[in-house]
């Protein structure tokens, strides 16, 4: 099993950055990528960047390529995404969540993970 904490969400202005966190724990070593998506309340989830563990290659869905960026520590069992220049599309809940499919380096389906956090709310007002 593995555990996945988000913590960074805030409500903040149009063009203003922002910085998420996810810790994990347990069986970390059995995840191969992990991913951040986002939800909004009536609408089903998105996947917004994805990472593969073992060389750090990187994934993005359109409306946030070259905004987002995201990233690990592994020693640290962290992943970050750094948004910048949020814009109020960009409010949503953020969910972290791992993957442990052989074969897959990156993906934005939300099918390909098992593990996921609680989430973190991010509002942009403008």
Do not use: H
Request: net charge negative; proline share 3%; with cysteine.
């Amino acid at each position: 099993q593995v555990q996945l904490v988000e913590s960074g969400g805030d409500s903040v202005q149009a063009g203003e950055s922002l910085r998420l966190s996810c810790a994990s724990s347990g069986d970390t070593y059995s995840t191969v990528y992990m991913g951040w998506f986002r939800q909004v309340p009536g609408k089903g989830r998105e996947g917004v960047a994805s990472i593969y563990r073992g060389d750090g290659n990187t994934l993005y869905a359109g409306p946030v390529e070259g905004r987002f960026t995201i990233s690990q520590d592994n020693a640290k069992k962290t992943l970050f995404l750094q948004m910048n220049n949020l814009k109020p599309e960009d409010t949503a809940m953020y969910y972290c969540a791992a993957g442990t499919v052989s074969g897959v380096v990156n993906s934005l389906d939300l099918p390909d993970y098992e593990y996921w956090g609680q989430g973190t709310q991010v509002t942009v007002s403008t």
